[in-house]
């Protein structure tokens, strides 16, 4: 079963930074599309970022120029560097096969996630 271990979260003030670090049980990490996702409480979870094995990267509207994704195929590991947090980014983030359409319906294997809180 395919594993994910995500780290890198904590409470951050409005305007903070934080790196995210996911490593993936994935035997062919370097062929997979990477993503990462977030969860915040009542909300569905969201797909935020995307990367392909080639380093081609792919963001949701709202987060934009503030997150940026990377990956380092060597450690089995994608990160997540987030940059000018706001409140709304509250939220625990999880990282996962990025290469879905259908997602929601395919991916049933998740990690624990890491909790991003954003607050003064």
């Known amino acids: 079963q395919v594993q994910f271990v995500e780290s890198g979260g904590g409470l951050v003030q409005p305007g903070g930074s934080l790196r995210l670090s996911c490593v993936a049980s994935?035997?062919?990490?370097?062929?997979?599309?990477m993503g990462w996702f977030r969860q915040a409480p009542g909300k569905q979870r969201e797909l935020v970022a995307q990367?392909?094995?080639?380093?081609?990267?792919h963001y949701e509207e709202s987060v934009e120029g503030r997150f940026t994704i990377s990956r380092d195929n060597a450690k089995n590991t994608v990160y997540l560097q987030i940059h000018s947090l706001k409140p709304e980014d509250t939220a625990a983030y999880y990282c996962?096969?990025?290469?879905?359409?259908?997602?929601?319906?395919?991916?049933?294997?998740w990690g624990h996630g890491t909790q991003v809180t954003v607050s003064s």
């Open positions: 996962n096969n990025g290469g879905l359409t259908n997602w929601r319906e395919s991916l049933t294997s």
């Open positions: 990367i392909s094995s080639s380093g081609n990267t």
């Open positions: 994935l035997s062919t990490f370097s062929a997979y599309v």
